[in-house]
């Protein structure tokens, strides 16, 4: 099944690149807004709902609620979880890896602005 993303959509694109910049507010928003314009049964919608998801959560994060951090980050890394890297032209095993590790540390105790916390980035493959 090829589930690959029109990776030269405006929004799409536009949206990854705030994700990258840790833009994580815009990027919300501008995923948002494309993943309104999906198809309510096109596979991606999930995969974009997930980096809203953990976007929403790196925002939360930012402002100290690790309870809201938590929720985001789980619910957005099991939708990621749910494709392989390649099934959609995006590299998310770094993503998810990362969001993973930094739910283990936040759910230890590790404080909202400890180094150990990392942002990943998503790249195409």
């Not at 494709?83 to 590790?101: I, K, M, R, S």
């Not at 759910?107 to 990943?120: A, H, K, N, Q, Y």
Request: net charge negative; proline share 4%; aromatic share 10%.
């Amino acid at each position: 099944m090829d589930n690959r993303f029109n990776l030269e959509d405006e929004l799409f694109s536009r949206g990854l690149a705030e994700f990258n910049r840790r833009d994580f507010y815009e990027c919300h928003e501008t995923l948002e807004e494309y993943w309104n314009t999906l198809p309510a049964d096109l596979p991606e919608r999930q995969i974009v709902q997930g980096i809203i998801q953990i976007a929403v959560g790196f925002y939360h994060l930012g402002r100290d609620n690790v309870k809201g951090t938590l929720k985001l980050f789980t619910r957005g890394n099991g939708r990621l979880l749910a494709f392989g890297t390649d099934d959609c032209g995006l590299d998310l095993a770094p993503c998810t890896a990362a969001v993973a590790a930094n739910i283990a540390l936040l759910e230890d105790g590790c404080p909202f602005d400890d180094s150990r916390l990392t942002v990943p980035l998503i790249g195409h493959i």
